[in-house]
């Protein structure tokens, strides 16, 4: 029904091609030449008939043209990876990647009208089954065939959404459609977080062993001498023709391996969650992927064991790492569950390793996960909402307060219903009634790691 209703409404609006500005115009030159004809006022019959062919004039030159730019082919591709940019978040830009460039724009476009591209579709806040309708829209100046539009997301998250091109005069009388409407659906990555410290201390992560085979003998059948070697394995023919030590090593080279155990616990209202719910979701992805690059930076030959509700994989290479980063920003809560203990001896468990676990406020079972694993070592990297006083029905504006223990008030980041207005969003006004009795986590165990604090705002 949905469906049906929304692809009636796309067909009305390729049909209907009158802007606000052109049907005031037709009904009043009409009432005025109507009421000039009966009071024979000559002036009023003047004015009204020129005001309507002005208005017929621009009707067919509009409809001409569109029919000429009938196959104009636009494409508009977004850049990748395309990050969200939010303006009243505190955390650092990321919209850098440059905009969003449309081109073949180059049809022949009549006097007094100018090519326009809009941008429809609807935008999912953290792969929340909920979406937000988006609408955004540039013109191609006269003369050139590519133009800038200005598309960006307070959040990360998934969009789908449709471009066309509409021809429309300068007075805003008519908007018509022309060239051939292009789908896209990107992800929307999640804005840098906060810049703070933390240990991460990857030597900790568990290490195994791997056979490495070779024919090639010359590259792995002998190596230049390490410190360290054992003397009997030195090769003492080869050393002296080239005049360097060179060390025999096994065809089958164990090599060792630093795995990385990583949860990533999207735990929460799978259903109806509230702006600030997502947001800190949202936060958690954030520092997840700020986390992920830091241990990659410090050593490239780790191998990550990333575990979220969907399922569990290991990330190897820098490939791998940006096809999670795409995957992670379209992850949704999902329902709380009960989580088995890794059997022992499983091949991906890490089990000697330290464990780091991502998660937010929303996730109830989080201290019964913490709570069967606590003869393990374990970093927590929590978000939360700050302290405040109950949540009045309606989102607004709240100062900064001590925390409970009389520390001064944390730094946190802050989403705005008002943000997705700005960018040319429809906010689901759900977003203004959290859901009441919603479960919360508020204290966790003293565990090292980090807490961030995030929180939406009217």
């Given at each position: 029904?949905?469906?049906?209703?929304?692809?009636?409404?796309?067909?009305?609006?390729?049909?209907?091609?009158?802007?606000?500005?052109?049907?005031?115009?037709?009904?009043?030159?009409?009432?005025?030449?109507?009421?000039?004809?009966?009071?024979?006022?000559?002036?009023?019959?003047?004015?009204?008939?020129?005001?309507?062919?002005?208005?017929?004039?621009?009707?067919?030159?509009?409809?001409?043209?569109?029919?000429?730019?009938?196959?104009?082919?636009?494409?508009?591709?977004?850049?990748?990876?395309?990050?969200?940019?939010?303006?009243?978040?505190?955390?650092?830009?990321a919209h850098t990647a440059g905009p969003t460039l449309v081109t073949g724009l180059d049809g022949r476009v009549p006097w007094f009208f100018r090519l326009h591209f809009v941008v429809r579709g609807r935008f999912f806040p953290a792969g929340n089954s909920r979406g937000c309708p988006v609408w955004a829209e540039t013109s191609a100046p006269r003369g050139s065939g590519t133009a800038r539009l200005d598309l960006s997301f307070p959040m990360s998250g998934v969009f789908e959404g449709e471009g066309s091109c509409r021809l429309r005069?300068?007075?805003?009388?008519?908007?018509?459609?022309?060239?051939?409407?292009?789908?896209?659906?990107?992800?929307?990555?999640?804005?840098?977080?906060?810049?703070?410290?933390?240990?991460?201390?990857?030597?900790?992560?568990?290490?195994?062993?791997?056979?490495?085979?070779?024919?090639?003998?010359?590259?792995?059948?002998?190596?230049?001498?390490?410190?360290?070697?054992?003397?009997?394995?030195?090769?003492?023919?080869?050393?002296?023709?080239?005049?360097?030590?060179?060390?025999?090593?096994?065809?089958?080279?164990?090599?060792?391996?630093?795995?990385?155990?990583?949860?990533?616990?999207?735990?929460?209202?799978?259903?109806?969650?509230?702006?600030?719910?997502?947001?800190?979701?949202?936060?958690?992805?954030?520092?997840?992927?700020?986390?992920?690059?830091?241990?990659?930076?410090?050593?490239?030959?780790?191998?990550?064991?990333?575990?979220?509700?969907?399922?569990?994989?290991?990330?190897?290479?820098?490939?791998?790492?940006?096809?999670?980063?795409?995957?992670?920003?379209?992850?949704?809560?999902?329902?709380?569950?009960?989580?088995?203990?890794?059997?022992?001896?499983?091949?991906?468990?890490?089990?000697?390793?330290?464990?780091?676990?991502?998660?937010?406020?929303?996730?109830?079972?989080?201290?019964?996960?913490?709570?069967?694993?606590?003869?393990?070592?374990v970093s927590l990297f929590f978000v939360r909402p700050p302290a405040r006083s109950p949540a009045p029905p309606v989102l607004q504006s709240v100062p900064k307060q001590a925390e409970p223990d009389g520390s001064p008030a944390p730094e946190s980041e802050k989403i705005s219903v008002r943000d997705?207005?700005?960018?040319?969003?429809?906010?689901?006004?759900?977003?203004?009634?959290?859901?009441?009795?919603?479960?919360?986590?508020?204290?966790?165990?003293?565990?090292?790691?980090?807490?961030?604090?995030?929180?939406?705002?009217?």
């Open positions: 029904m949905n469906a049906s209703r929304a692809g009636g409404l796309s067909r009305f609006r390729e049909v209907f091609v009158f802007g606000p500005s052109g049907c005031a115009a037709l009904v009043l030159s009409l009432v005025v030449l109507v009421r000039s004809l009966a009071a024979r006022n000559a002036y009023e019959i003047v004015l009204a008939l020129t005001v309507f062919c002005v208005w017929a004039a621009l009707f067919l030159a509009g409809s001409w043209g569109a029919r000429r730019l009938a196959a104009l082919e636009p494409l508009w591709k977004p850049p990748s990876p395309f990050t969200a940019d939010p303006p009243r978040s505190n955390a650092p830009s005069d300068i007075l805003g009388f008519f908007s018509f459609p022309c060239g051939l409407p292009r789908r896209r659906s990107f992800p929307v990555r999640s804005a840098p977080c906060l810049q703070k410290p933390f240990r991460v201390d990857a030597r900790s992560g568990a290490e195994d062993r791997r056979n490495k085979n070779t024919a090639d003998e010359e590259r792995y059948y002998m190596r230049e001498y390490a410190p360290g070697d054992r003397f009997r394995d030195i090769n003492w023919k080869s050393s002296d023709r080239i005049d360097t030590l060179i060390t025999r090593i096994s065809p089958d080279n164990q090599e060792k391996i630093s795995r990385i155990e990583v949860y990533f616990r999207n735990y929460g209202p799978s259903g109806r969650a509230s702006l600030e719910d997502l947001w800190m979701l949202d936060r958690a992805g954030a520092r997840l992927a700020q986390f992920l690059r830091s241990v990659r930076e410090e050593q490239s030959s780790y191998v990550f064991n990333i575990r979220t509700s969907r399922d569990s994989r290991e990330i190897a290479g820098q490939d791998e790492l940006d096809g999670f980063l795409e995957e992670l920003a379209a992850l949704p809560f999902a329902p709380p569950r009960n989580e088995d203990l890794p059997a022992e001896g499983q091949a991906l468990s890490a089990s000697s390793g330290e464990l780091y676990v991502f998660s937010t406020a929303c996730d109830t079972g989080l201290s019964s996960f913490l709570l069967a694993r606590q003869e393990k070592a997705f207005a700005a960018m040319g969003f429809v906010p689901d006004p759900l977003w203004l009634f959290p859901p009441k009795n919603h479960a919360r986590v508020l204290g966790v165990p003293a565990l090292p790691g980090l807490v961030d604090y995030a929180e939406a705002v009217l």
